[in-house]
């Protein structure tokens, strides 16, 4: 079962606390150790932004169904594929159908967070700014998502299958409550965060096999559609904040290379997938920043002034 977002805050702020009392000890482990510490006290508050939110969004139920019809009929008009005709060819496949229930309601946050744990251990360098695309994509979705959108299971006189109750596996249950607000069906997280996993991985491992991690991805929109618990157009918009968020960064860093031009330490700014890499005096060593890194940087030239 997810955290509660209560469970994650707690948790944050006991661990930022130890973190900041240990600081001072001599040891050689201390350093690493505050670290690591500090990141994971931010990625659970992070997270428990995100179920707060979505717990704000559970009332947020007028016009959920309209909304969701609106949007079935702008796919057909796209002439995009039937979420109804997929899940149709799975739905009386027991063991496929369970199996997709499974990966749809337990895979999206351990992927996540397996994938950060790997960034933060083996490349620190890469970290930051692939959790900060991560957070302002999971910003841009909580926004949108204040908005209602009913999920396909909601209109089963269209042909949908609730495959989660259907199976007894429903993450949800029948009467509207569960661990996730019902109605945030636009855009999907799932397949945002699994977007953010694929393209991390793609792009900074050097292993041969990594591309077996777009299996993920793939098997992520698989699930969402077959089990009726999204619209293919979830997973389009999330893509698309993603692709935002990644610009802002893009852009950030081009007004700050900008600023900086004809500047001793002036900042060479080259973009990369899910971030932007900058050279410059201050920053060497880290071939990769993220936004938070830059504000840092521009303080520190800041304060020598």
Request: a positive charge.
């Given at each position: 079962?997810l955290l ?5 805050l707690k948790?944050a ?8 009392s240990i600081r ?15 990141e994971l ?7 428990a932004?995100w179920q707060?939110a ?10 959920a169904?309209?909304h969701a ?5 702008l ?7 039937s979420?109804?005709?997929?899940q ?8 496929a159908?369970?199996?997709?229930n ?11 967070g ?5 960034l933060f251990?083996?490349?620190?360098e ?7 695309s991560?957070?302002?994509m999971?910003?841009g979705?909580?926004t949108?998502q204040m908005?209602?959108m ?9 042909g949908?299958?609730?495959?989660g109750l259907?199976y007894g596996?429903?993450v949800?249950?029948r009467?509207?409550?569960g ?6 069906a ?6 945002g965060?699994?977007?953010?996993v694929?393209?991390a991985v ?7 096999w990594r ?16 089990t009726?618990?999204?619209?293919w157009?979830?997973g ?5 904040v993603l ?15 900008r600023?900086?031009?004809?500047e ?11 971030g ?7 920053l060497?060593?880290s071939?990769a920043?993220?936004?938070p890194?830059?504000?840092a940087?521009?303080a ?6």
């Amino acid at each position: 079962m997810l955290l509660s977002w209560q469970t994650a805050l707690k948790m944050a702020v006991a661990i930022i606390v130890v973190a900041l009392s240990i600081r001072r000890v001599r040891r050689p482990w201390i350093v690493p150790a505050v670290a690591t510490g500090k990141e994971l006290s931010l990625v659970l508050a992070l997270y428990a932004l995100w179920q707060y939110a979505h717990d704000l969004a559970i009332d947020k139920t007028e016009g959920a169904i309209d909304h969701a019809r609106w949007l079935f009929a702008l796919e057909q008009r796209m002439h995009l594929p039937s979420e109804v005709s997929l899940q149709n060819v799975l739905i009386h496949h027991k063991l496929a159908m369970q199996f997709l229930n499974i990966y749809y309601g337990g895979m999206h946050v351990p992927m996540v967070g397996i994938m950060l744990i790997w960034l933060f251990f083996r490349h620190r360098e890469r970290y930051a700014r692939v959790r900060t695309s991560l957070a302002l994509m999971i910003a841009g979705c909580l926004t949108i998502q204040m908005i209602p959108m009913a999920p396909p299971r909601f209109l089963p006189d269209l042909g949908f299958v609730d495959a989660g109750l259907l199976y007894g596996q429903s993450v949800y249950g029948r009467g509207g409550s569960g661990m996730s607000n019902q109605l945030a069906a636009m855009p999907s997280q799932h397949v945002g965060w699994s977007l953010v996993v694929g393209f991390a991985v793609v792009s900074i491992s050097t292993s041969k096999w990594r591309w077996l991690v777009l299996m993920h991805t793939v098997l992520t929109v698989i699930a969402v559609v077959a089990t009726a618990n999204h619209w293919w157009l979830d997973g389009v918009v999330a893509g698309l904040v993603l692709a935002l968020a990644y610009g802002l960064q893009v852009a950030y860093a081009a007004i700050r290379a900008r600023f900086r031009h004809g500047e001793p330490g002036a900042a060479s700014v080259r973009i990369t997938p899910l971030g932007v890499d900058v050279s410059r005096d201050q920053l060497q060593g880290s071939d990769a920043v993220s936004v938070p890194s830059l504000l840092a940087a521009y303080a520190d030239d800041t304060s020598r002034r």
